[in-house]
């Protein structure tokens, strides 16, 4: 009977830590992810929130001497592969003076992602792809897979579980 107890305990905490909606993501973009690869020095790196339906993004690109023009997101692809365009986000912004190592950046919310499109986001499907001036980059400049942030409170709530069975489990071997 405990065992069951101990079970269901475990099941309903990890369903309420899914429960509440709030999915992280990261993004590192460079040239040897795109698609043919490319020689750019140019990196990137950002951070989606998924809340509900609504992805919140931001996202940041070091400076070379092309100017970046459009960021995408596109798939459902894995990485090696390409895919449609699913979400124009714009040109990047200029941050300004003295920019930082990573002066152009995109920031915003893309409202009422469907099912499926939730479900591919968060089996690391999409991709973001930076397109700039230079004509030597025509696919794209650099590109990043978004991943999929591992939640703390499910690995602290199945931590917790595996203590508390070896402790009954231990309790119980030392009644015998």
């Given at each position: 009977?405990?065992?069951?107890?101990?079970?269901?305990?475990?099941?309903?905490?990890?369903?309420?830590?899914?429960?509440?909606?709030?999915?992280?993501?990261?993004?590192?973009?460079?040239?040897?992810?795109?698609?043919?690869?490319?020689?750019?020095?140019?990196?990137?790196?950002?951070?989606?929130?998924?809340?509900?339906?609504?992805?919140?993004?931001?996202?940041?690109?070091?400076?070379?001497?092309?100017?970046?023009?459009?960021?995408?997101?596109?798939?459902?692809?894995?990485?090696?592969?390409?895919?449609?365009?699913?979400?124009?986000?714009?040109?990047?912004?200029?941050?300004?003076?003295?920019?930082?190592?990573?002066?152009?950046?995109?920031?915003?919310?893309?409202?009422?992602?469907?099912?499926?499109?939730?479900?591919?986001?968060?089996?690391?499907?999409?991709?973001?792809?930076?397109?700039?001036?230079?004509?030597?980059?025509?696919?794209?400049?650099?590109?990043g897979q978004i991943?999929?942030?591992?939640?703390?409170?499910?690995?602290?709530?199945?931590?917790?579980?595996?203590?508390?069975?070896?402790?009954?489990?231990?309790?119980?071997?030392?009644?015998?």
């Open positions: 009977m405990k065992k069951i107890i101990s079970i269901l305990v475990l099941t309903f905490g990890v369903a309420f830590a899914h429960a509440q909606g709030t999915f992280d993501f990261s993004v590192s973009l460079d040239g040897s992810s795109e698609v043919p690869p490319t020689g750019s020095t140019r990196t990137g790196f950002g951070s989606l929130t998924l809340n509900g339906s609504d992805l919140d993004y931001t996202i940041n690109f070091s400076a070379t001497v092309d100017t970046p023009t459009d960021v995408t997101i596109n798939g459902p692809a894995n990485p090696g592969s390409t895919a449609p365009l699913l979400f124009d986000l714009g040109a990047p912004s200029f941050i300004s003076p003295n920019p930082p190592q990573y002066p152009w950046f995109v920031t915003g919310t893309i409202n009422n992602l469907t099912g499926g499109e939730i479900d591919d986001l968060k089996g690391g499907l999409w991709y973001v792809n930076l397109f700039s001036s230079s004509s030597t980059y025509p696919d794209g400049e650099i590109r991943m999929p942030v591992p939640e703390p409170s499910t690995f602290a709530l199945l931590g917790t579980s595996a203590v508390a069975l070896l402790f009954w489990r231990r309790k119980v071997n030392c009644r015998v």
